[in-house]
């Protein structure tokens, strides 16, 4: 069988690859310590679960508008105006499966064969992959521990090329945890609209942050940079909805209705009683979100001290999402060996630095237990000194 030359060019998720591994050795009875999914491990709150039941009791199972649900998309761009100084309408918005589709589709209705797409190295491991099925080129910048992953104006400058279309934006970041200052996101919006190039910005972590973190939407900053920005983000992180798979992208009315376009020739609407728990997300008390960063707080602190106490292994602070960047340069191995030789010796799961473009690094999520992060930084520990 002769498959289409585009599935040659891309990878298959090291994430999900390695997940179900881990997955896969705890249903045959081995303990495993996982660090490896970038999914939240508390329950969907409880008030998101019965609206989405009382949807199902009021026979909101039929198929809906491609865009999504009118009430949802009216609560996103209200939540997008209160929380995030973005003035959209509903007509702005599309409700997408999970929020990685929104980016898919995006890429899909914006990117043509020649257009360059720049994407700050490390990158959540999609970004690239889905510009290559859109016939795109990624133009990826190494950014440095140093200045905590995060791409300079500067650098944003020098990437520039006329034929650069699109500028990924991730803040708070995975794999790192960075999160940009405003003063740093005003910089590059300065860039970005100066040459005149589209910039989509993942905020899917944004509810996500520590100490003094702040994000700013970089849309929010002028109508000049709105008119070229694309906002993606969902439920996923913040509500813990991994599994309803909903998301959404904001966009200008031109972009959107291409998106939407795509959309109704793939996926159609997203699950009909989904969108009716995710409006209970955005309606509701946010205290949920609160009790989860503040657990993700505590797990942070201990991870980061406990790892950067291992030789060999170092790692800048994150101050949003639920991840640790670990270098380990210094213990002679590249990322991919690293991650299985831990995972087959002593059981605990990390996701390898290569997935998302540095092969001297390791991911390590910190959405677990405490007893599981104890348990594993253990055995990480006696690996490393092995």
Sequence with gaps: MKLAARVNQVSTSLTL??????KAMKAEGIDVCSFSAGEPDFPTPKHI???AKTALDEGKTRYGAAVGELKLRQAIANKLKTDNNLNYQAENIIVTNGGKFS???LMQALIEPGDEVIIPAPYWLSYPEMVKLASGTPVIVNTLA???YKI?????EQAITPNSKLFVFNSPSNPTGTVYSPDEVRALAKIIVERDILVVSDEIYEKILYDDAQHLSIGSINDEILARTIVSSGFAKSHSMTGWRVGYAAAPLELLQA????????????CTFAQYGAIAALESSQECVQEMVQAFAQRRIYM????NAIPKLSCPKPYGAFYLFVDISQTGKKSLDFCNELLESKQVAAIPGIAFGMDDCVRFSYATDLNTIKEGLKRLTEFVEQ
């Design 259 to 270: 998106m939407a376009k795509i959309q109704s020739h793939s996926t159609s609407n997203v």
């Design 17 to 22: 690859a390695i997940s179900a591994k881990a």
């Design 146 to 148: 140093e200045n905590d």
């Design 152 to 156: 300079t104006p500067e650098q944003l």
């Design 103 to 105: 980016l898919f589709n």
């Design 304 to 307: 980061y001290e406990a790892i």
């Design 49 to 51: 679960c019965e609206a």
